[in-house]
C-alpha cells in the first residue's frame, strides 16, 4: 500500500518567494496532519483536517501560512511570503478515525536563504 | 492537559548493550500510547503501540509495557544495533470520547549505537 505521499522532498527558495508544499494521504485515511521540524522547537502541530475541513489551526504561526484540503486526497501548505525562519522539515501525516496511530510522509526540507 | 515527557538524550551506547529510554505522561481518560522512530532524513514511523493498562507493544526487538500506576510506558531492547541510532519519540492519543484524538509527542531522545 501506498504511504503518505510528499512533494518535494526538497525546496530550496528565496526569501519572498510563496512556497507550496504538497501531501497525499493514504487513501481512506479522514484525519490529515501538518508538522513542522526544527533542532530548536522540535516536531509542532501546524493544522489539521478531519473529512477535509481544518479543526484546529492554532500552531500555524502566523498569517503568511495557509493550508487547504480541497479533497480527500490532496492537501496543500502554502506560505506567503516565505523568510529564512521558516526554513525547517514540514511533515504531512494521516490516519483513521479514533485511537489509531499517524502515518508520516517522508517529508519537505524547505530552505529558505 | 495532555503532556509526554521523555528523557532528554542524546543516548550513546556501544553495540549489543541494553536500551532503555524512560518515557512518562500525563493524560485524562484512558490514552493510547505510542513509540515512534525517525531514522536520518525520513520522516516518523510507528514502532510499537499500547492501547491499554498493562498491555505490551513489541516490535523489531524493542519493548514497553504500559504502566497506568505509574503512568509510563518505558522503551527497551536487550541488544541495540549500529542500525538503531535514530531519534525516539514517545505519544500518546488520549481518549476523550468526544474526537479530536490528537497525538502528543514526546520532544525524542536520540539514540546513537557505536561499533
Known amino acids: 500500500d501506498a504511504g503518505v505521499i510528499q512533494s518535494p522532498r526538497h525546496e530550496v527558495t528565496e526569501m519572498g518567494q510563496e512556497v507550496t508544499l504538497r501531501c497525499k494521504p493514504i487513501?481512506?485515511?479522514?484525519?490529515l496532519f501538518w508538522y513542522r521540524q526544527t533542532m530548536m522547537r522540535g516536531l509542532e502541530l501546524l493544522i489539521y483536517?478531519?473529512?477535509?475541513?481544518?479543526?484546529?489551526d492554532s500552531g500555524m504561526p502566523e498569517d503568511r501560512f495557509s493550508a487547504k484540503m480541497p479533497n480527500a486526497s490532496f492537501s496543500t501548505l502554502k506560505i506567503q511570503p516565505s523568510e529564512p525562519r521558516d526554513s525547517a522539515v514540514y511533515f504531512c501525516?494521516?490516519?483513521?478515525?479514533?485511537?489509531?496511530?499517524?502515518?508520516f510522509g517522508d517529508g519537505t526540507r524547505l530552505s529558505i536563504l | 492537559g495532555n503532556s509526554v515527557t521523555q528523557m532528554e538524550g542524546p543516548v550513546t551506547l556501544s553495540e549489543e548493550a541494553f536500551l532503555t529510554i524512560n518515557c512518562t505522561y500525563t493524560?485524562?481518560?484512558?490514552?493510547?500510547l505510542f513509540w515512534y522512530v525517525q531514522y536520518p532524513g525520513e520522516g516518523l514511523q510507528l514502532l510499537l503501540k499500547?492501547?491499554?493498562?498493562?498491555d505490551k507493544g513489541s516490535n523489531k526487538g524493542f519493548e514497553a509495557t504500559y504502566r497506568k500506576e505509574t503512568t509510563s510506558f518505558h522503551l527497551e531492547k536487550g541488544s541495540v544495533q549500529v542500525s538503531d541510532s535514530a531519534v525516539y519519540f514517545c505519544?500518546?492519543?488520549?481518549?476523550?470520547?468526544?474526537?479530536?484524538?490528537?497525538?502528543?509527542f514526546g520532544k525524542g531522545t536520540k539514540l546513537s549505537v557505536i561499533p
Open positions: 501525516a494521516s490516519r483513521l478515525g479514533g485511537n489509531q496511530p499517524q502515518h
Open positions: 487513501s481512506g485515511h479522514d484525519y
Open positions: 483536517f478531519n473529512n477535509n475541513v481544518p479543526i484546529d
Open positions: 493524560a485524562t481518560g484512558y490514552p493510547s
Open positions: 499500547a492501547t491499554k493498562a498493562d
Open positions: 505519544a500518546l492519543i488520549p481518549y476523550s470520547g468526544a474526537g479530536s484524538y490528537q497525538l502528543t
